[in-house]
């Protein structure tokens, strides 16, 4: 039983890193209707950042004194997040607004075009082995001041949580209750009648990009603070995951992103653990097909009439 509870504890820091990433996706689907193959390889240029700040800049170490550290990391994520901002606002402007009006092939194209950009970026300016950097967090048992020594919860599954959680918060509050929120939910409904009630649609698509970017930043961070481990290719299976994710949940529902992310997250977990992680990829793949055949709108998305 312990052993379900630890592996079902990872599945969770996992998921969190997963609802990070899916969000991105679901975000711009939900306004153009794009699958932006391009936001894992973001997320792996996040990840990338986060270790040069980390490694390079700050040279942060296990024997950094705490309080500095916590600074220097909340540092880190925001720089991080700014980056991966600025670069999907261009990627945006310069390879998906000239096509949004043509045919919905030629973005999706441009869209693969730009992961594979992004990914031979990474490779030229990292190389092809994978970097890492030591665990800055202490290796107690947070659970060991309970008297729980059986099952383990550790500094880094605590900061997945306390980084992503917030996050997660902040754009629902962002999405449901600002001004900007309700006009990229009438842009997502129906673009050329947000356009005449006066909503700027293309600084929402950009501002879609923008928080998208972010949020790929801090999954970025998170996750080579959570692994320790960062490569020119890591956007292929976290964007896999978080891309079912966002199927899985409903494409396009903010909430169902993260539904389906908490999902895959312990479906990852179980099959390292139980079966093989070199079956874990495919039983992902199982779940898309699934998905996708039985129910395509998803756990909590809903049908959408073709805007086209």
Known sequence: MDQVIQTFIIGLSNGLIFALVALGYTLVYGIIELINFAHGDLFMLGSMIALFLIASVFGLSASTPALQLVGVILLVIAITMIATAAINVTIERIAYRPLRHAPKLAPL???????????????????????????????????????????????????????????LIALTWFVDKTRQGRAMRATAQDPDTAGLMGVDVNRTIALTFLIG?????????????????????????????????????????????????????????????????????????????AVLVFKPTGLLGQQLADRA
Do not use: H
Request: hydrophobic fraction near 55%; glycine fraction near 10%; aromatic fraction near 10%.
């Open 213 to 289: 970017g972010a949020l790929a930043g801090a999954a970025g961070v998170v996750q080579i603070l959570y692994n320790n481990v960062t490569v020119w290719n890591l956007g292929f299976r976290f964007g896999l995951n978080a891309f079912t994710s966002a199927v899985l949940g409903g494409i396009g529902n903010l909430s169902g992103a993260v539904v389906g992310a908490l999902v895959l997250g312990q479906i990852n977990a179980f099959s390292d653990r139980y079966l093989s992680a070199n079956w874990t990829n495919a039983i992902v793949f199982a779940v898309l097909i």
């Open 109 to 167: 194209i441009s869209a693969i075009g730009m992961s594979f950009v992004l990914q031979n970026i990474a490779n030229l300016i990292a190389g092809p082995a994978n970097k890492s950097i030591d665990n800055l967090f202490p290796t107690t048992n947070l659970l060991s001041v309970f008297g729980i020594e059986t099952i383990a919860v550790t500094f880094q599954q605590a900061f997945v949580a306390v980084v992503t959680i917030p996050l």
